[in-house]
């Protein structure tokens, strides 16, 4: 079973719409729960974090968790088209200051 | 704040020859810093954890004669990659945190694109 586990997309949607980027994780002892993003030929840039169950919101952005499900979800409102990118789920697991990435999803939005 | 430097951010070698690639956290102390490589159309994979003052510890799967980590100062991580062969050939980003937390987030630097012909 892989450890963090996302759906490669591509996941396409209309310009001002909600995209939906999901993620799971195996590990019930993970604590912290972060979204990155990565243009294409670039290195990945932090979007989020999250570590408490519950909505985060940050401009544009929610971040979701739910540990009893092992969960965790992102939401971009009024998709652009600037966004379009993958967007890499990571968790670390208490006791390590590792960061394990799950494949990412490709996002297309369209205009 | 929390900005990682990377350079070169791309390079070209020869098969058989090393290349070095240094990481700097540029605003904050470091002695953590970790090593990923990516392939076309994968995940990150972390190649090891670099500390300050100390051996490096790799992961499974990766050589460290062939992936040398130093890590000498609180601000400076270098990745040497001995005898280069075109399967070598990948994404290269160190990453780092400011904080020691365990909510502390990594911050990335631009990467290093190796090409090995």
């Known amino acids: 079973q892989k450890e963090v586990e996302q759906n490669s997309g591509p996941l396409s949607v209309p310009e001002g719409a909600i995209a939906s980027l999901n993620c799971t994780y195996s590990?019930?002892?993970?604590?912290?729960f972060f979204w990155y993003r990565q243009y294409s030929g670039k290195s990945p840039e932090l979007i989020m974090s999250?570590?408490?169950?519950g909505d985060k919101e940050d401009g544009r952005f929610t971040a979701q968790l739910n540990k009893a499900s092992q969960y965790v979800s992102l939401l971009i409102r009024d998709s652009q088209p600037s966004d379009s990118a993958t967007y890499l789920c990571?968790?670390?697991?208490?006791?390590?200051?590792?960061?394990?990435f799950g494949k990412g999803t490709k996002l297309s939005v369209i205009p | 704040g929390a900005v990682v430097s990377q350079h070169p951010s791309r390079v070209i070698c020869k098969s058989g020859t090393s290349v070095k690639i240094e990481c700097r956290s540029l605003?904050?102390?470091?002695?953590?810093m970790f090593w990923y490589r990516q392939f076309p159309k994968q995940s990150l994979m972390l190649m090891a954890t670099?500390?300050?003052?100390?051996?490096?510890?790799?992961e499974q799967g990766v050589e460290k004669d062939k992936f040398l980590i130093n890590h000498a100062s609180l601000t400076l991580s270098t990745l040497t990659v001995t005898s280069a062969h075109p399967e070598d050939s990948s994404f290269y980003i160190c990453?780092?945190?400011?904080?020691?937390?365990?909510?502390?987030?990594?911050?990335f630097g631009n990467g290093t694109r190796l090409t090995v012909t």
């Open positions: 990571a968790v670390r697991r208490a006791g390590s200051y590792q960061l394990t």
């Open positions: 605003d904050f102390q470091a002695t953590t």
């Open positions: 670099s500390n300050e003052g100390s051996k490096a510890t790799y």
């Open positions: 590990d019930r002892g993970s604590q912290s």
């Open positions: 999250i570590y408490s169950n």
């Open positions: 990453s780092a945190s400011p904080g020691q937390t365990i909510n502390s987030p990594l911050h």
